[in-house]
């Protein structure tokens, strides 16, 4: 079965610094991983995906995500934080051979402070 | 509708009384999950439908707990005998099918029990 850590309860950033999410995955096959984020009283919305092919993937709001194999790990990123960034952050995998379903870390809540 | 909608939003019972809770999902959607969301808990998976497949029932916590999928559309997760430990936020998505698609999730129904 497929499982997600997101080792850091809280990261708090000032604005305008880079920011890093850390997530690491453990499957029995090749991964499909996902990001998910949820602000203040929202449902949680997609953010970025890992399937296949480059190993930098790209989102919305700026943010990035690299894929390392080797390091079981998929870590978000973005250059540059923004205070409206600052939200509840959900890794999230799935085993590409498996027919169970997507398992979702216990989240990270990120504080951008101006 | 546009999205993915639960309700009641908010639900406050006794301990002890069955509560229902639905979801409706986004239209043409096969896959439809639950989560349940507690503070400090993380998200944790409650179950699974896809299409007219068994469901995927490894994530309840307990016998208490059951949820049916009627017409391939609308989704009710029944707890029975509600015990405080099972305030949470319940939060349900959708998706075109499983494997590399985004999951939509609802707002989420808050349930509190005293």
């Known amino acids: 079965a497929q499982s997600v850590a997101q080792p850091e309860d809280q990261v708090n950033v000032a604005e305008g610094n880079p920011l890093t999410v850390k997530c690491t995955y453990s499957v029995s096959g090749n991964p499909y991983l996902f990001w998910y984020v949820q602000y203040p009283n929202r449902g949680l919305q997609f953010l970025l995906k890992?399937?296949?092919?480059?190993?930098l993937v790209k989102g919305s709001y700026g943010f990035e995500a690299e894929f390392n194999k080797s390091q079981t790990s998929f870590h978000l990123k973005k250059p540059s934080a923004l205070v409206s960034d600052s939200a509840l952050y959900f890794c999230a995998v799935r085993d590409k051979n498996s027919n169970n379903d997507m398992r979702f870390g216990a989240g990270t809540r990120l504080t951008v402070k101006p | 509708g546009a999205g993915v909608s639960q309700s009641p939003s908010n639900k406050v019972t006794e301990k002890g009384k069955d509560v229902e809770l639905r979801c409706d999902p986004i239209?043409?959607?096969?896959?439809l999950y639950w989560y349940r969301q507690s503070l400090g808990q993380g998200l944790e998976f409650l179950i699974y439908f896809q299409g007219n497949s068994a469901p995927d029932k490894s994530g309840l916590p307990s016998d208490r707990f059951s949820a049916e999928r009627t017409g391939g559309s609308v989704s009710t997760l029944t707890i029975q005998r509600t015990q405080q430990e099972d305030s949470a936020v319940y939060l349900c998505?959708?998706?075109?099918?499983?494997?590399?698609?985004?999951?939509?999730f609802g707002a989420g129904t808050r349930l509190s029990v005293l």
């Open positions: 239209s043409g959607h096969t896959a």
């Open positions: 998505a959708s998706s075109l099918a499983s494997g590399v698609n985004i999951q939509y």
């Open positions: 890992y399937i296949t092919g480059d190993n």
